[in-house]
Nanobody, 130 residues
Framework: QVQLVESAGGLVQAGGSLRLSCTAA????????MAWFRQAPGKEREFVAA????????YNADSVKGRFTISRDKAKNTAYLQMNSLKPEDTAVYYC???????????????????????WGKGTLVTVSS
């Protein structure tokens, strides 16, 4: 069983930065992918960013392009989400997720929907004040 443990979120002022981490336990990632989703109050969970573990290919939602960066440390089995130029509309619970059996970019589209994920973290709250 894979467990995904996210770092704590927090309260940040608009324009500030925050880095989230997600460490996987119970599986050494290889042909897999990790992603970040978020869910604001009253809204559906939405895709933020994803990374294919083997090749490092990354994908971002249009709403965060140029501001958020996803990366991974293979040795630590950990993915990161660096969030810069944060806006109040980025306020949400952020969830780490993992998809197994992802070997290349041809599977990228499947990473952008909640149904494409096999494992989920518990979520961490990020609040951006104006």
């Amino acid at each position: 069983q894979v467990q995904l443990v996210e770092s704590a979120g927090g309260l940040v002022q608009a324009g500030g930065s925050l880095r989230l981490s997600c460490t996987a336990a119970g599986r050494t990632f290889n042909n897999d992918a990790m992603a970040w989703f978020r869910q604001a109050p009253g809204k559906e969970r939405e895709f933020v960013a994803a990374i294919i573990w083997s090749g490092g290919n990354t994908y971002n939602a249009d709403s965060v392009k140029g501001r958020f960066t996803i990366s991974r440390d293979k040795a630590k089995n950990t993915a990161y989400l660096q969030m810069n130029s944060l806006k109040p509309e980025d306020t949400a619970v952020y969830y780490c997720a993992a998809a197994v059996g992802v070997s290349g970019p041809e599977q990228a589209m499947g990473l952008m929907g909640v149904d494409g994920m096999d494992y989920w973290g518990k979520g961490t709250l990020v609040t951006v004040s104006s």
